[in-house]
């Protein structure tokens, strides 16, 4: 069992590709080059419009909560490790995310992707989590299940994968929060059980360009400079964007300078009587 559960955390920092049903494997089959996802085959893609019940039991559908960035975090509720702790490092990160605000500016999906889970079980797992984490702001999450045709089209749509393992009684699958814009596209996968705020910020602020609406100007300065590392799997400096502009803003302080001092020995010489 530890082993199977160091595996799991192993994996915890790939995301996956397609297909939903109980796939079962045994510890000796199992290939975890499987779970990695190409995002390039995904990014840009428009998630499916599925329908889905909330905790309390309330149909809502994909669409509905879209109509600002969204946070899509795929889990099970009867997980005993990775899933907790997937949705405690989100509730974490977004408290210092700055002036972003849950509701305004963004929303947060937990979907389950077993097809045994309840809107009943849904309910558990919020309380679960309300009481590790203490934040109010949870109760705005939406924590929700879907039918399994539901289910296996979303996650084909965003490359996500996931295997059951009868031998431990346990899914096998990644670890990732997944941006979706509004209109369903999706913008940006972040891998890891802790996402770092910043990124989560720029993330959020990434799916909202190019959709009408005003993002405040020291936002778009700051999600100027940065851009999305593949291969790191985080935000950087944007250092072509940043020489660039230090170029700009020496040219425009030169020229500045140079009207000045013109200006200033014009001045002088005209009260002195003399000729420029």
């Known amino acids: 069992m530890l082993k199977f559960f160091t595996m799991v955390v192993s994996l915890a920092l790939f995301i996956t590709p397609q297909s939903f049903a109980r796939t079962q494997f045994t510890k000796s089959d199992f290939n975890p080059a499987v779970m990695k996802i190409k995002e390039d085959d995904y990014l840009g893609k428009t998630a499916p419009d599925i329908k889905m019940l909330d905790d309390t039991g309330r149909a809502l559908t994909l669409g509905s909560l879209t109509s600002r960035p969204l946070i899509l975090l795929l889990i099970y ?51 679960k989590l309300q009481r590790q984490v203490g934040l109010q702001d949870i109760d705005r999450w939406v924590f929700a299940t879907a039918a399994e045709d539901d289910i296996k089209t979303l996650t084909e749509a965003v490359g996500y994968r996931f295997f059951y393992s009868s031998e431990d009684n346990m899914f096998v699958h990644p670890s990732v929060y997944i941006f979706l814009s509004p209109g369903r596209k999706i913008t940006r996968y972040i891998f890891g059980i802790k996402p770092d705020p910043f990124s989560i910020r720029l993330a959020i602020l990434e799916s909202v360009r190019g959709v009408i609406g005003k993002v405040p100007i020291s936002s778009l300065a700051t999600l100027a400079c940065y851009r999305y ?18 170029g700009v803003v020496m040219a425009v302080m030169t020229a500045i300078l140079t009207i000045v001092v013109y200006r200033k020995r014009k001045c002088l010489k005209t009260d002195q009587g003399g000729k420029i």
């Open 77 to 127: 509720y009867n997980c005993p490790n990775i899933c907790p702790l997937l949705g405690e490092g989100l509730a974490n990160s977004l408290n210092y995310i700055g002036d972003l605000k849950l509701g305004t500016d963004y929303n947060v999906l937990v979907l389950s992707f077993d097809r045994g889970d309840t809107p009943e079980k849904a309910a558990e797992f919020h309380r």
């Open 229 to 246: 590392d593949a291969e790191s799997r985080g935000y950087v400096l944007n250092l072509p964007f940043l020489f660039a502009s230090v």
